[in-house]
């Protein structure tokens, strides 16, 4: 092997970057690494050992298969912007980064898929087809940058959501690189629900856990013929949470039905995209409605009765797409718009049952009184998964702990209420010990037991989605010595 | 323990008739056990050990540590229709009969789940909650007669999966019972996309080799406002496939889409519920749209217009219930109508991209040539979901074996097309080494080593889904020498 000329005598430095064809395709140096400290969620942060960025498959399994024999931690990352940290190099991972597998593939049109890369960015998707009347339904606020690798992995879910599911629901094969280097493809040839057991769920919101995902076949979705979308604005929470319960049990499966405080309202009006919401309402639903065009104007009339029927203040319907763009504009960068009224915010993202809405922003509301803290909420109402945003200050000392210790008690009210601690942006470092929340230890137990037929060492994302091992380690060595006896 | 007053000594049958409460809980005499010698699918026959009926998840547990610590093998049965011999007692097993847990425990409207026990009959969850308006969706030809425990074993699909999602689309949670006799409840109270690892998609459809599923959640759905049905009859089988793609291409979502040819034609209308088909079109199609009532009409004017485009030779729309009742049971008990024009049949159960109906529908045509046995074809032509009957006469030496390997030659055809060996009726022991024709031997592996995390003995329902071992023992022996040196 040809030493490659670098500033650095570290052999497995020099190793890496060998596999992936030379010095310009590794990083190591530190203020190259500093990028790569955190993703979206900021309040880890760890330096890896190397960003290496492999072209090809091969590449990645040879990597995969280096770091293992050698136990090297190493994870995979995609854009980074995941908000949960799934991608923080906590051990000092060497962090292979899928941005130059960034192709579009094949698309086929007739049996709807498409084939890409895990690098290739969400929006292009759509972007790339859209000529021809297609689209990629999962839409992650992040998607003009978040990478479909990166969606893979969190099972990112979107505003569009609530008719048309996460990104589980629309992947239909994988091809796959595991710890041990081995590549191995599940969804055979892009057919849903192929037998054998559902590995394609498994995989799909593993968080990096189980292996790295470098091909992906995606449903992809015949644009609606048309799409209308509401704005309603209300004096009382109730009366807005009323109207989406309402709508919901109207029969109407709306595309997107997205709720914001006034809070929220008081941000995303501060920001880049003000659309003039009144400053003084409690609460403004955006609810859209798509589908073949016969029919449309129908659901807008029944949503109409409903929001009166809820002493609705205000309620309007687009005019025209660039009304409507500009609404979905103001919305989607509202978690960045916390940043024009607090100077850091942290997100979190809890489901619950939508009956039990009024409850818990009721008792999210007691939590900001107790935390003093100011808390916006964001969310997707129609599935009932909550986005409360802690508003604080980092240079305040002992604020960050205080704005941490909210969150986790805003995912508590949605355990408490029956609910999850997550519903797109995943467990990463950030919700670890919540997952007690909802699992006991022997539920874990048998999900640790999973990761570790595909990642026996834990060497690939080590730390991520679950606790710190503690009581459920004692379990299991009762239960082996239990069968043992 | 006081021993029971029971017409056998072995020790086993008497210990599993105490944790069930008695003699009548069990059958162990060979005239009662005759009656589990298969389930739906009749072209292999084994004896189980004895039968128990459980009333409730503890005894289950129970069971299946009994078995467990003893050896036994043991496997659980709900209705026994399965169609792929997933309930057939192989090895001699002690069967846990699930139809004495056949409770409906809760119904939650507003958030649209259920609670039910694994016996309880799939139609009757719809029956129970249609007055208020409200039904579960998977719907099985057997749904009159199967469990939910065997849907959620089978992740059983139906006519109206194509809009709608097969079982595993419906499930929110479920309570499982581990071979080693754990309880573990997965889906957190119903909450959909839960963190971890999807558990809830691994179980469904994993053919009862993982665990016993004891209690399920499921999600209802508000009854559609609307819904109509028509019926086109085509004088060729390809103009009837061109014009399935063209209503698909056309945006329209029908919840149904089914196709029968001629020679499925000629059972129905020979058996119970005949329609007068005229008997010399080639093939028939079946839509159905539903929804709110608004745009219904436009939709179905439009499929209309896609047929008669496509030469249909006659059409129409049901014009009340009783009409689409009708053309439903004619449907529904197509597979069973086989028996009115064949002594024996044999039904097969594969995936195709859509695309690909013509080439495969006359690609099974030369197999009913090359094996000079009659094919019905009978299918979810929507999704590309085939089932092709294969007709014989088992009294005929060699027939069967015949029927066998006329059948497995159209899951070849199915898989040489990008497609699958099963939509929905499952692998059982029917297809396992069909399995081979989509899955390498790595990724064969990759599913037996979870199997093992579960079922590390493989004592329950064990040699059903995967091909028997051989090479792949093989191949794993090399790994680990691999992995060790």
């Not at 962090?95 to 593939?105: A, N, P, T």
């Not at 929001?307 to 203040?313: A, E, G, L, P, Y």
């Not at 997707?380 to 508003?391: T, W, Y």
């Not at 002992?398 to 601690?421: F, R, V």
Request: with cysteine; glycine share 10%; proline share 5%.
């Amino acid at each position: 092997m040809v030493r490659l000329k670098m500033k650095t005598k570290d052999k497995h430095i020099q190793n890496l970057a060998e596999i992936v064809g030379g010095a310009h395709s590794i990083l190591y140096q530190k203020e190259d690494l500093i990028a790569y400290d955190c993703d979206g969620f900021t309040l880890h942060k760890h330096l890896p050992k190397a960003v290496v960025f492999p072209k090809d498959t091969k590449e990645v399994a040879k990597l995969a298969k280096y770091c293992s024999e050698n136990g090297l931690p190493f994870l995979a990352r995609g854009a980074g912007t995941g908000l949960s940290g799934g991608a923080i190099p906590v051990n000092g991972e060497v962090i292979i980064s899928l941005v130059r597998m960034k192709r579009l593939l094949s698309v086929d049109l007739e049996n709807r898929r498409a084939v890409v890369e895990p690098g290739f960015v969400n929006l292009k998707l759509t972007n790339s087809i859209s000529d021809k009347g297609y689209y990629y339904a999962p839409d992650p606020s992040s998607q003009y940058c978040c990478t479909i690798g990166g969606n893979v992995a969190e099972n990112a879910g979107g505003a569009h959501c609530l008719k048309y599911g996460v990104t589980t629901n629309h992947i239909l094969g994988l091809e796959v690189v595991l710890p041990n280097g081995e590549i191995i493809e599940i969804g055979q040839n892009g057919i849903p629900d192929a037998p054998g057991y559902d590995l394609l769920g498994l995989l799909t919101g593993s968080e990096g856990t189980l292996g790295i995902v470098t091909k992906i076949t995606v449903r992809i979705l015949k644009n609606p013929e048309a799409k209308q979308t509401v704005l309603a604005y209300f004096d009382h929470v109730s009366d807005g949470s009323q109207a989406v319960s309402d709508i919901i049990s109207k029969g109407i499966v709306p595309a997107a039905l997205e709720m914001m405080d006034k809070t929220a309202i008081e941000g995303v009006e501060a920001a880049a995209f003000p659309v003039g919401h009144p400053k003084d309402i409690e609460a403004l639903l955006l609810i859209e409605v798509d589908g073949i065009s016969a029919g449309i104007e129908e659901q807008i009339n029944e949503i109409l009765e409903v929001c009166k029927s809820r002493n609705v203040r205000q309620v309007k319907v687009a005019e025209n797409e660039q009304e409507r763009a500009r609404w979905w504009a103001n919305r989607k960068t509202g978690f960045g718009a916390m940043g024009a009224i607090s100077p850091d915010y942290l997100v979190q993202d809890g489901v619950i049952p939508r009956s039990k809405l009024p409850e818990v922003l009721n008792r999210i509301n007691e939590i900001s009184n107790d935390y003093q803290l100011r808390i916006a909420n964001i969310f997707h109402a129609g599935d009932g998964n909550l986005h409360p945003l802690v508003l604080f200050d980092a240079r305040i000392p002992g604020e960050t702990e205080k704005a941490l210790k909210a969150g986790s008690a805003c995912l508590q009210a949605c355990a408490d209420a029956g609910g999850s601690i997550t519903g797109e942006h995943g467990v990463g470092i950030e919700k670890r010990e919540e997952m007690r929340f909802i699992f006991k230890d022997e539920e874990i137990i048998a999900q640790t037991d999973i990761r570790e037929v595909f990642n026996p060492h834990n060497l690939l994302n080590g730390g991520k989605l679950f606790p710190s091992p503690g009581r459920c380690v004692e379990i299991k060595k009762e239960i082996k010595a239990a069968a043992g006896s």
